[in-house]
């Protein structure tokens, strides 16, 4: 018992260590950089009605387009990886803060592990030449996706169900955004007004376009699961083209994308001030 004590004593101190910390700093950067891009790409399809597709597998193609496109590739990688390693250390030890040894607090670092364990994955896929990995529609592989739950024993309702969670998500996204509790987990006592400001805004903005995202993509595939149609349901490309057909027109979708690219310049801020 002694000696599992002791290997357990270790793992943890290794979970609060350096490295862990560079990893999610790292990994929170990494973030920045693909919605930044997604929020850029988003505002291209508002602004001229391009075919860019403004989700992962676009930004992962603006990426390859640069000169050091591939360095750039394995950089975000890691980046992910790093973020996907420090959620598996909050899930298993606990976060930092009053509130991080709760089960929910834990349960949703474990959620976010796989996420980014699964997006980490794709993006280096990608950079090693498996080309419909990474950057495949989102739109087709939510189709295809949903497409083969729906034949399951009871697939209409997981789909329904795995929609109804992601519409709530996107609620519960943008509400904490609008009510600032981003801030509890920012060193803000240390921050300059400026900074403060720069955080609010685009932590307010980038919020609340990132729900409203999340929120689209949920009601498509709760529409989905309700005519028992996949063709109904949309990645984040096609639900951020679907903003251009509400009364507000392409200003909406302009809107969300440019609040897009401001979550990932706040995720930036995030890297520099959050507590890890």
Known sequence: ????????????????????????????????????????????????????????GGALAQITSTPFGAVLLWALGVGLAGMALWRLTEAVFGAAGPDGDRATER?????????????????????VGDRGSGAGSSDRQSQDVTGR??????????????????????????SSAGLRTYRKRLKWAQLSKSQRRFMNVTGVAG??????????????????????????????DDAIRSFAYTPAGRWLLLAVAVGLALFGLFSFGVAKWRKV
């Open 207 to 236: 919020g609340v376009s990132r729900g409203l995202v999340f929120a689209a993509v949920g009601f498509f595939a709760l529409k989905a699961a309700v005519q028992f149609d996949p063709a109904e349901a949309k990645g984040m």
């Open 1 to 56: 018992m002694t000696g599992v004590g002791s290997a357990a004593a270790v793992a943890r101190r290794a979970a609060r260590g350096d490295a862990v910390r560079a990893g999610a700093r790292t990994g929170f950067a990494a973030r920045g950089v693909l919605y930044l891009l997604i929020g850029v790409l988003a505002v291209r399809i508002g602004w001229t009605g391009t075919n860019e597709q403004a989700d992962r």
């Open 107 to 127: 349960a949703m670092s474990g959620f976010r592990f796989v996420f980014y364990a699964v997006v980490s994955f794709l993006v280096f896929s990608f950079a």
């Open 149 to 174: 739950v729906l034949g399951l024993p009871g697939g209409q309702w997981w789909v329904g169900a795995v929609a109804v969670g992601i519409v709530v998500a996107g609620v519960c996204i943008a």
